[in-house]
């Protein structure tokens, strides 16, 4: 067994799409980034190369590099995925706190976790997705900015 | 084995009890909330949730819902305890970190610990509290919120 | 196997080194601090005293014990492991990571690895250093703070 942790935060803009774990929900501001700005795939991302010492989501994919300007975070993802299975690792399970002020997620939560399962090459009972607020305190709180903590384990065999 | 993360974030006011883990902690201020603000049972309760894919808290106990005003945070925690046990799992260890700027935790750590452990059905070598002050930045360092965050290892056997 | 967690920020202050897992990276403004305020020993000392519930480094070195003025964080860091190897276990893998608004980390986290890596007595296959800034908001974004949150597995018997 081997735990990663990743932690994602980017600020948020009026007029910008706001696309967390792959699904675009529907709101009135969204990322500022290179990429998409997608903090929940750039956060799992983390947390899997983390486990295993893989480096970090800045080292793989430099958003210095005009080929990740606007790139689908998937694709860092599921890179991330394909480096684990190569170690020889398989995920065991996941688990995403995303810390939105507004809208509420619940109603994606369902969506969101069925992109990371499938990413992950795991079953949906494997992969939690917890929201919460910010309590309108500091910068993601005042609707500035998400942040998605993610905590994974993953084993040398397959999971059990 | 399955890994879980949670967080959670209140506000705290003047002349409101501050109560973390269970223990009424002295203090000029304490939490805003629909429920009684424990911010250590919540983010736990979001751990042991989200180690199993079980939801979170805000869906679980909508704050929304009469039924959960000023309602006893721990009632939160035991039934996550449940949901875990029914899945056939057991907590093997419990790491916390409280981040409040006043006042010190320390000379009520092991109240706070006693708690958890007891409804954690687990004994006090498994249960670890720490507490951070914020040093005296953002909202937290400013004395107007307590955070939590919460690190749990479940797993099917019993622990060993 | 028992799972820990910890964080640390400290604020940042022109003029001060700023160490980081014993480096010493150059920047125009370093750590303030009753130790020498290096927030990755600090949070992976808590993570490893966490995971097994042997208390806090708040608890452990005081900040107003003379003894610990200016003191080296690495002294903490090694009794860390060192209680943990007396209670027969040790540390499977590490996962760290550093949100700094700048300078870029990138160039020093090799170095940063190695020193955990000697410390807590494992390969560097085993001990991962993830570098994130906080896009500008907040303390941390405003370069006024560091802060660093440590992943930590670790089991009784050794390593596989
Ligand atoms: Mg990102
Ligand atoms: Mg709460
Ligand atoms: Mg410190």
Redesign the interface.
């Known amino acids: 067994?081997?735990?990663?942790?990743?932690?994602?935060?980017?600020?948020l803009e009026p007029g910008l799409p706001l696309v967390l774990a792959g699904v675009e929900v529907p709101s009135d501001r969204g990322c500022?980034a290179h990429s998409d700005g997608d903090a929940v795939f750039h956060a799992v991302t983390?947390?899997l190369?983390?486990?295993?010492?893989?480096?970090?989501?800045?080292?793989l994919f430099p958003d210095d590099d005009p080929a990740n300007a606007g790139r689908d975070s998937g694709d860092f993802l599921d890179e991330a995925v394909r480096r684990v299975q190569a170690a020889g690792y398989a995920v065991?399970?996941l688990?995403?706190?995303v810390?939105l002020q507004k809208p509420r997620l619940?109603p994606h939560?369902g969506a969101m976790?069925a992109q990371l399962a499938a990413r992950l090459l795991v079953g949906?009972?494997?992969?939690?997705l917890?929201?919460?607020t910010?309590?309108?305190?500091?910068?993601v709180?005042e609707g500035?900015?998400v942040s998605c903590?993610?905590?994974?384990?993953v084993t040398r065999a397959a999971p059990a």
Chains 1, 2, 3 share one sequence.
């Open positions: 067994f081997r735990t990663g942790s990743g932690w994602d935060l980017h600020r500022v983390d947390a190369l983390g486990s295993l010492a893989l480096g970090d989501i800045g080292r065991v399970n688990d995403v706190t810390v619940g939560a976790r949906l009972d494997r992969v939690s917890k929201a919460k910010h309590e309108g305190v500091d910068a709180g500035r900015a903590q993610a905590a994974v384990l």
